[in-house]
């Protein structure tokens, strides 16, 4: 099933997948290039994180999905694989 999240299509719905992830607690972010076309990257990370990361206040009444640049995906697909890093070697 496509939803709002897997697919740039019009519709408003979220798939069973992409709304389980929200109930954990975690964000969307949905890689754009600069003209606004998907990338494809779909990165999800945890709200708090999110919030503290890029000081943004989620607005509980809306799914929490966000569309940003490939640099920021890139810098959080980096920020990502450090952690994973470090914490193979504690
Ligand atoms: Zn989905």
Do not use: W
């Amino acid at each position: 099933m496509k939803c709002k999240v897997c697919d740039n299509s019009e519709i408003n719905e979220v798939c069973e997948g992409h709304q389980l992830l929200c109930d954990k607690g975690y964000v969307a972010l949905v890689g754009v290039n600069k003209t606004g076309e998907r990338t494809g990257d779909i990165i999800h990370m945890e709200q708090s994180s999110f919030c503290k990361t890029f000081h943004i206040q989620l607005d509980e009444d809306s799914f929490p999905m966000y569309l940003v640049s490939n640099e920021i995906i890139s810098k959080i697909k980096q920020a990502k694989s450090e952690s994973i890093y470090k914490n193979q070697q504690e």
